[in-house]
């Protein structure tokens, strides 16, 4: 395969490949590989020498880190790395600064590196199913972002971090433990609060005039809605 130097798109998916060579650095040209459901256990660091790639699918494989050679590859726009085993992310992230969605669905993230919002492309991120109990601080750094996934994670509350995210128009927090909500963000057009222990007030509700979608359901509201 090292040979193969101007391959632009290279379709892997649905083997059992348990290993990359490290000659997979030779595909320069490449622009797309997808290596999605296979058994995947590590990454070469000489990934990074695909300085053109824009498209890295890495889902369902059995990936317990990235190698922080990821950083290195800043022509990328779409990242998936879902249904994996991951972790942690290296704080090297925030070098992908053309990326556009990044998807860390289904895998064992307690945290998020704090780098993460140096993303100022980033549009879509998937953090659903995994172990988060927070956020990192200055999500409003990230400028660009219009859909959150953040659904069935273990955070208990979300004060103020959605505040200034002034793009963001979809928020899932869904399935979660926050005890209370407030969030003063006018261009918000999907909520998605279902199944946490909110109890608090919903005044802050009236002032997300563009809403379209607002989910409540499963919560510990009591009292008159106003």
Known sequence: IE???????????????????????????????????NKLTSLPTTIEYLTNLIILDLGNNQLPKLPSSIGNIPSLRILVINNNILASIPATVQYLSNLQSLDLSNNTLTALPSTIVNLHNLETIFLQFNQLTSLPPNLH???????????????????????????????????????????????????????????????????????????????????EVN
């Open 3 to 37: 040979y193969l130097t101007n391959l632009q798109s290279l379709y892997l998916g649905k083997n059992q490949l348990s290993a990359l060579p490290n000659t997979i650095g030779n595909l320069t040209a490449l622009l797309n590989l997808d290596i999605n459901n």
């Open 141 to 223: 750094l990230l400028t660009s972002l219009t859909e959150l996934h953040l659904q069935n994670n273990h955070i208990p509350t979300v004060a103020g971090d959605f505040d200034n995210m002034t793009s963001l128009q979809y928020l899932d927090i869904s399935f979660n433990n926050i005890t209370s909500l407030s969030i003063a963000n006018p261009n918000l057009l999907v909520l998605d609060a279902k199944n946490n222990n909110i109890s608090s007030k919903l005044d802050f509700v009236f002032s997300l005039r563009s809403l379209i979608y607002l989910d409540l359901s499963n919560n510990l509201l009591f009292g």
